[in-house]
C-alpha cells in the first residue's frame, strides 16, 4: 500500500485567516481525494483532486472556500480559507490507482480560535 | 452509492471471535463491499473488501451472502487494539467512498 503524509498533523488558527495543508504519497497514483471529519461525525468528501486540472467538488464544498491544487501523481494541497469555528475538522487525504484501494493519510487536525 | 446499515456499537471479549454485520440491500451488481476502521481520530484503515466470494487476510475474513445483501467481518482472535469504529462501505472500485456512521467495536479485557 501507498505511504501517504500529511503536513502539518495538527495546527490552531485564528478565524479569517487560511491554511493550506499538504498530502504527499511516495508513489504516483491516479486518484487523491480530500475528506473532512466534522467532531463526532463521519467522514464527508469534499472533492476529487484531479492533476492538471480544476478539481471536483462535492456538493455543499465550493472552490472559494476549499482550493485545491493537484500538480503532480504525488503531491496535493488543500485550502482552507477565510476560517471560522465551523471548520475546525479533521482533514484527511487519500490516494487510490486503477483497480486499487483507496488508503487514507494520517489527517490534519485543526482548531479554528 | 448503497447506503450500508450497521449497529452503532458492539462489545467483544479479548481473544474471542469479532463479528461485524452489515447490511446493504440495495448493493448493485458492480459494487464492492470495503471495510476500514478507525483508532481514535487516526485516518481510516483499510482492512479487506470483496465482491461475491469471501475473502481471508492477515487481519480479518469477510463474509458476503450469496444474495449479496448483507456481509459479515470478522477478525479472529480480537485484541484490545481492534476497539476501533468499524465502517462498511459499498463502492464501485477506486472512486469516491461514501461513510455511514459505523460500528463502535469495544474489546472487553
Known amino acids: 500500500s501507498a505511504v501517504i503524509s500529511q503536513k502539518p498533523s495538527r495546527d490552531i488558527c485564528q478565524r479569517g485567516t487560511s491554511l493550506t495543508i499538504q498530502c504527499q504519497v511516495d508513489s504516483q497514483v491516479t486518484m487523491m481525494f480530500w475528506y473532512r471529519q466534522q467532531p463526532g461525525q463521519s467522514l464527508t468528501l469534499i472533492a476529487t483532486a484531479n492533476q492538471g486540472s480544476e478539481a471536483t467538488y462535492e456538493s455543499g464544498f465550493v472552490i472559494d472556500k476549499f482550493p485545491i491544487s493537484r500538480p503532480n501523481l504525488t503531491f496535493s494541497t488543500l485550502t482552507v480559507s477565510n476560517m471560522s469555528p465551523e471548520d475546525s475538522s479533521i482533514y484527511l487525504c487519500?490516494?487510490?490507482?486503477?483497480?486499487?484501494?483507496?488508503?487514507f493519510g494520517p489527517g490534519t487536525r485543526l482548531t479554528v480560535l | 452509492d448503497a447506503k450500508t446499515t450497521q449497529p452503532p456499537s458492539m462489545d467483544c471479549a479479548e481473544g474471542r471471535a469479532a463479528n461485524l454485520p452489515c447490511n446493504h440491500s440495495t448493493i448493485s451488481g458492480n459494487e464492492y463491499v470495503y471495510w476500514y476502521r478507525q483508532i481514535h481520530s487516526q485516518g481510516p484503515q483499510y482492512i479487506i473488501h470483496?465482491?461475491?466470494n469471501n475473502e481471508t487476510n492477515e487481519m480479518a475474513s469477510l463474509i458476503i451472502t450469496e444474495d449479496r445483501k448483507s456481509s459479515t467481518l470478522i477478525l479472529p482472535h480480537a485484541t484490545l487494539r481492534d476497539t476501533a469504529v468499524y465502517y462498511c462501505?459499498?463502492?464501485?472500485?477506486?472512486?469516491?467512498?461514501?461513510f455511514g456512521t459505523g460500528t463502535r467495536l469495544t474489546i472487553i479485557p
Open positions: 470483496g465482491l461475491k
Open positions: 462501505i459499498v463502492s464501485i472500485g477506486n472512486e469516491k467512498l461514501t
Open positions: 487519500s490516494v487510490a490507482s486503477i483497480a486499487d484501494t483507496q488508503y
